[in-house]
């Protein structure tokens, strides 16, 4: 089979009564611990069918997760405000791409896993900065890519962090960071697309209504990222 679903909840009436689970398969190949919170646990064979049965899964878990985490797709979103070429707009989102998919894949593997505690804050930050950035006078060497690039690495730790509360399948390990990371482009794409187009329409049209909505939208993105500093410094530790 393509996956196995175990839940087990032995004694409702114990809330702190944990079950453990082997998985068995020629050798015993992963192992989990079900509890009352937790209560259940998808096993990916090491099949074809199992890669597949991963990529159903992750793919759409990671439209999901871009799509309701405005952060990340706000902190892009106020890169591609200036405007510019399609090609430069386009390598914007390839680095961001590129730096997030690096440090998803080193979290998610356990070799580099900052605290949720520092980096959500640190997102936040970025956003911040992003729209200050806009709003620098004499703006002149076009730095976006690399500013992507560079925050791109914090956001990907952002990603990973819910990547890991999926329980990730040992024997697929690398299917579901495939299949995730695919699954946030996907999204990604959705909404950068139509602001992109959005953008570029407005520029050809009118050069002072594009330079308006650009002053509009990073004073937003500021005010956006303050209060997700705000609220994951403060509020978070109430």
Not at 5 to 18: G, I, M, R, S, T
Not at 124 to 151: E, Q, Y
Request: net charge positive; glycine share 8%; no cysteine.
């Amino acid at each position: 089979p393509a996956t196995l679903a175990v839940k087990a909840v032995l004694f409702p009436y114990d809330p702190n009564h944990q079950t453990y689970l082997n998985i068995d398969e020629r050798g015993i190949v992963t192992q989990s611990i079900l509890t009352a919170a937790n209560p259940s646990f998808d096993y990916f064979s090491g099949s074809a069918h199992g890669a597949f049965a991963v990529m159903r899964k992750f793919v759409p878990a990671g439209i999901h997760h871009i799509l309701i985490g405005p952060d990340h797709l706000l902190f892009l979103i106020g890169l591609l405000l200036p405007g510019g070429r399609i090609r430069r707009l386009a390598l914007i989102v390839s680095m961001f791409t590129l730096a997030h998919s690096i440090t998803l894949t080193l979290a998610a593997v356990n070799i580099l896993t900052p605290s949720a505690l520092l980096i959500e804050p640190a997102i936040a930050l970025s956003i911040v900065f992003v729209g200050l950035d806009n709003l620098r006078p004499g703006r002149h060497r076009d730095v976006r890519p690399w500013i992507a690039f560079a925050f791109g690495l914090l956001h990907g730790f952002g990603f990973a962090n819910v990547l890991r509360e999926m329980a990730l399948p040992a024997r697929a390990l690398g299917w579901s960071l495939f299949s995730f990371n695919a699954g946030v482009e996907i999204g990604q794409l959705m909404v950068v697309s139509v602001v992109t187009l959005a953008l570029v329409t407005l520029q050809r049209r009118s050069e002072v209504a594009r330079q308006r909505v650009a002053f509009a939208g990073s004073i937003f993105v500021i005010a956006a990222g303050g209060f997700w500093f705000v609220q994951r410094v403060f509020v978070a530790r109430l």
